[in-house]
T-cell receptor, first 114, second 114 residues
Framework: GAGVSQSPRYKVTKRGQDVALRCDPI?????LYWYRQALGQGPEFLTY????????KSGLPNDRFSAERPEGSISTLTIQRTEQRDSAMYRC????????????FGPGTRLTVL | QQQVKQSPQSLIVQKGGISIINCAYE??????FPWYQQFPGKGPALLIA?????SEKKEGRFTISFNKSAKQFSLHIMDSQPGDSATYFC?????????????FGKGTSLLVTP
């Protein structure tokens, strides 16, 4: 079946612009996670959802970052007033249910802020 | 603050050799320890995982050794093959019925030479 998909795969934006990154989890997966991965580093947790409820947003760096999953499926990570330090690979992962171990990662969105 | 420390940063092993990657953690509440494999341009994919109630888990050529008292765990790849060349991440989490966030190490770039 289809895996986790993310769009766009690449996004170049100018500093100060808002960006929206989309994640489409594996069908039927209840839990959805957002991570950020800098070059040469492991993924860093940002936030996660069970169904449409945002369970933990402790990893969001500041209030310019927000995420939603209004219908419990597709999720959007929004970064307002982007800064150069926001440049990274943003990865989405989903898992079958709350507390289920295996997280399946998407291919990521490479964000570059000029 | 890096909650999981991984070494070495890079590793070169000859075909047929054993690849060993080590990780250490501080948070004794962690109760799930997965290893992820990542190929260039792809998202991380779960390779093998262990819980602290066992000291070793083997799946094919891949083995996790876990030392709870030392707060360390390692990945051993037996009979390493060129196709194993990838970046490997260890991770740790506190598993709960409301979900969990993975804390990743910085990764180890493995090159298996023919």
């Amino acid at each position: 079946g289809a895996g986790v998909s993310q769009s766009p795969r690449y996004k170049v934006t100018k500093r100060g612009q808002d960006v929206a990154l989309r994640c489409d989890p594996i069908s039927g997966h209840v839990s959805l996670y957002w991570y950020r991965q800098a070059l040469g580093q492991g993924p860093e947790f940002l936030t996660y959802f069970n169904y449409e409820a945002q369970q933990d947003k402790s990893g969001l760096p500041n209030d310019r970052f927000s995420a939603e999953r209004p219908e419990g499926s597709i999720s959007t990570l929004t970064i307002q007033r982007t800064e150069q330090r926001d440049s990274a690979m943003y990865r989405c992962a989903s898992s079958y249910g709350p507390g289920t171990d295996t997280q399946y990662f998407g291919p990521g969105t490479r964000l570059t802020v000029l | 603050q890096q909650q999981v420390k991984q070494s070495p940063q890079s590793l070169i092993v000859q075909k047929g050799g054993i690849s060993i990657i080590n990780c250490a953690y501080e948070n004794t509440a962690f109760d799930y320890f997965p290893w992820y494999q990542q190929f260039p341009g792809k998202g991380p994919a779960l390779l093998i995982a262990i819980r602290p109630d066992v000291s070793e888990k083997k799946e094919g050529r891949f083995t996790i050794s876990f030392n709870k008292s030392a707060k360390q765990f390692s990945l051993h790849i037996m009979d390493s093959q060129p196709g194993d060349s990838a970046t490997y991440f260890c991770a740790a989490s506190i598993n709960s019925n409301s979900g969990y966030a993975l804390n990743f190490g910085k990764g180890t770039s493995l090159l298996v030479t023919p």
